[in-house]
T-cell receptor
């Protein structure tokens, strides 16, 4: 049981490049979310999903796309990377019930130059 | 708008001393409240949560937090800090449980021997 797995752990992109951050969970959780963490700002919600085929925007969705074709996977796509997207990205999965814990991945540190 | 404020960016305490980390929130109803801890290079670990009931909640690693509705606060406390408690601490509010969390900016705790 691996929990929430994020890949890659580190990535450097050039401005304008695209890439996909991967997130996979093996706990059959309904809910999955993407956050970005910036110094002095805590974590901010980018996109979230309440089940396969259902996604919605969070607080800072611009420049990011998501899809949820399976329960296990919730990839985050950067369409055209910008330096402002330099951040640490965390994926979280939640069973779907209110009284249970959110599980966070180890994070992906992305630098856009 | 919903928000979370952690007034202290950095706190330094001596090992064995007591600790209180402050958290204030802005939300129209009684929210779900959380404290997370993040060790360097790691993901987030849930310390404790408040949903309803007893306003003093116990968590892991000897931490506790008290919900005070009149002050819109959810301060984290520990009676005796250990060197291993050095980390960054995040307060979060969840309008509907663990999904769509709103985080404070975090408080970085340093522990002197």
């Amino acid at each position: 049981n691996a929990g929430v797995t994020q890949t890659p752990k580190f990535q450097v992109l050039k401005t304008g490049q695209s890439m996909t951050l991967q997130c996979a969970q093996d706990m059959n959780h309904e809910y999955m979310s993407w956050y970005r963490q910036d110094p002095g700002m805590g974590l901010r919600l980018i996109h979230y999903s309440v089940g396969a085929g259902i996604t919605d925007q969070g607080e800072v969705p611009n420049g990011y796309n998501v899809s949820r074709s399976t329960t296990e996977d919730f990839p985050l796509r950067l369409l055209s990377a910008a330096p402002s997207q330099t951040s640490v990205y965390f994926c979280a999965s939640i069973p779907g019930q209110q009284n249970t814990e959110a599980f966070f991945g180890q994070g992906t540190r992305l630098t856009v130059v | 708008a919903q928000s979370v404020t952690q007034p202290d960016i950095h706190i330094t305490v001596s090992e064995g001393a007591s600790l209180e980390l402050r958290c204030n929130y802005s939300y129209g109803a009684t929210p779900y409240l959380f404290w997370y801890v993040q060790s360097p290079g790691q993901g987030l670990q849930l310390l404790l949560k408040y949903f309803s009931g007893d306003t003093l909640v116990q968590g892991i690693k000897g931490f506790e937090a008290e919900f005070k509705r009149s002050q819109s606060s959810f301060n984290l406390r520990k009676p005796s800090v250990h060197w291993s408690d050095a980390a960054e601490y995040f307060c979060a509010v969840g309008p509907s449980g663990y999904n769509k969390l709103i985080f404070g900016a975090g408080t970085r705790l340093a522990v002197h021997p």
